[in-house]
């Protein structure tokens, strides 16, 4: 819970106030002074008797009670400062903007576990260290500019970055973006990201809180707390948009199967966020957009009609759309002839719904309304509208601002004169409170991006059944490491995903009687070395008893090799289905297709556990060699639901097992019949 006295406090002290504007402990001051705050302002300066207009007291010992303080004084005079606020002037809200704690060095950090302790023990809450400031409607704490007016439907942003803060606010505002509030969380010594949803989630209104949260991190400290809340946000109606930044180098985990090379530290936040149904972003440009098309109506469908005066914008839009896996569909018929009977000569409305360079906006309000009103496979309008300087779109956009007003479809204003019609433009954004997509690229991606991001998955989810008593016996008899066939064949078993008939054999003439029970042809593979294929340790096709004693002399003389595998040899494609356990996010499974290849096409999609075979067969759909599963050229197809069964089982498997830290199962055959693994391995981890 975050304390009243930072979100709304009746008076506030500045610790190390400034009449020098240009620094932290004077900018804030003033920011304070202008916003809407209108409880007692205190300030703290042992140089001042008076700053910026506000009677100054020397030290913090001498205020009277006072609910919130923002500090901005050197790191190491920062604790005990904490402590005369929190144990004797009855402050619970704590804003330190202060740098030198744990982001410097250990000391740095030692002050902050002091600080925390201490404003633990009065149930109060802090913003930072280390961090650029808070602000809501009732005040500003924040020391950095631009300072956006702020308006209740406004975006909830919060930044584990100060500096990126300010460049996300300046493009924003800059195309009619509004904020709600700002937490800029810093070190998140105490308060972080994951706790400031928590806070929007459990005070949620739906008559006073705002829809669109933004959020900039650059580290999930606590992805089960982030899941739970975003979930529960969007299922209440809001709408988040995050950049997760860092993620480009692998995690440090050694790769000692496919799946650890498969499991980096940006696949794991992608599973983390489509399962809270969280829209990815990737640049600034992108998550402000994301955001503004947020604060517009809810686009239902993927059928977009884009209007233009100019061709160049429309294809460009068109063509990342219909990329993007929306569509820009065909406009035709009875009331099609009767629109482009309204537009001068050589106007087309099949859409692009081009109204040429001389369009008006009596024009533009009739192609409104036919989208509105005739066409029903249009779910939104983009409207392209510039000017090449030779005369001013006030008209244009006025009629813009009012079929926004009226229409049930959502309608995305694209006004690229930025400079050749600015004025119009800041009066669209500035007096009739609106968002420019300055870019239609841009924006078209941003479109698409929420449009593919999923909804959230349940939270409670119902799994294939499987065998949890006879998982655990073999979990609980295993050492660490990796467990031997006899137990891999009785783990997976028991969580009912079909396996080839096996048989491990470490004596010739157990290998002679297999083949003799079970027919041919048959596989023979090493047990012992990790990489089979690498050491020569794999026979396909053996078709008769000679071979198999040719073989099994070969194999078992291979250096690591112990015993030998034999298996009826299979057919079918290949696919894959692994499980890596991560310390903070639990279980991910990966599935896609499988084989040699699986480290060189990466064709795969990855989930965190729990995952359903609904959800599977969904993200199956997805890969970009789905085609080969459906079968192509004559090779039969594999039989998607037995799949996405077989991966809801692996889930539900390590669910039973968190023990098992790593797991391929590479490749599975899969046919129309069945999908089969074909070769398993499972490192315990306890």
Known sequence: MIAQELLNPKSIVVVGASGDTHKPGGSVLKNLINSNFKGEIYTVNPKETEVQGIKCFAKVDDLPQVDCAIIAIAAKYCPATVNTLAFEKGTKGFIIVSAGFGEENEQGAEFERQIVETINKVGGSL?????????????CGAFDAPIPTLDPHGVDFITGSGATAVFIKEYGITNGLTFNSVWAVGNSAQVGIEDVLEHLDTTFDPETSSRVIMLYMEKVGNPQKLLKHSRSLINKGCHIAAIKSGGSAAGSRAASSHTGALATDDAVVDALFRKAGIVRCHNRQELTTVCAIFMHPEVKGKNVAVITHAGGPAVMLTDVLSNGGM???????????????????GSSVGNPIDFLATGTAE???????????????????????????????????????EKMKTCRKPIFPILPSIINVKDEI????????????????????????????????????????????RIRKVVDNCENGYIGPDEIYEMLDAAGIAQKQIRVVDQKQQALDFANEVGYPLVMKVVGPLHKSDVGGVTLNVRDIETV?????????????????????????????????????????????GGI?????????????????????????????????????????????????QVARVSALVMAAPEIAEMDLNPLLGN??????VDARIRIEK
């Open 549 to 593: 004693d040719k073989e099994f002399d070969r194999l078992m003389a291979i250096p690591e090799t112990y015993a030998v595998e034999m298996y009826p040899m299979l057919d079918g494609t290949e696919v894959y289905i692994g499980a890596i356990r991560d310390e903070k996010f639990g279980h991910q499974v990966f599935f896609g297709l």
């Open 426 to 469: 800041n009066d669209f954004i500035n007096n009739k409170g609106r968002i420019n997509f300055p870019e239609e690229c841009i924006f078209g991606n941003a479109l698409c991006k929420i449009y593919n991001t999923p909804k959230p998955q349940p939270e409670n989810v119902e799994l294939p059944k499987v065998d949890v008593a």
């Open 127 to 139: 913003i930072g260290p280390n961090c650029t400031g808070f602000l809501n409607r009732n005040y």
């Open 363 to 401: 024009q533009l309000g009739h192609i409104i309304d036919a989208c509105e009103n005739d066409f029903d496979n249009i779910d939104c309008m983009c409207v392209i509208f510039g000017s090449p300087g030779l005369f001013p779109n006030w008209e244009v956009y006025e009629v813009l601002n």
């Open 597 to 645: 290849f699986i480290e060189v096409l990466k064709d795969v999609q990855n989930a965190i556990a729990p995952i359903t075979a609904c959800e599977a067969k969904d993200m199956l759909g997805k890969l970009r060699g789905y085609k080969i599963l459906e079968g192509v050229r004559g090779q039969q197809p594999v039989n998607i639901d037995i799949y996405a069964e």
């Open 672 to 677: 129309p019949k069945n999908v089969v693994a």
């Open 327 to 345: 569509d820009v569909p065909h406009i035709e018929g009875p009331k099609a002839d009767e629109l482009l009977a309204k537009l001068f000569p």
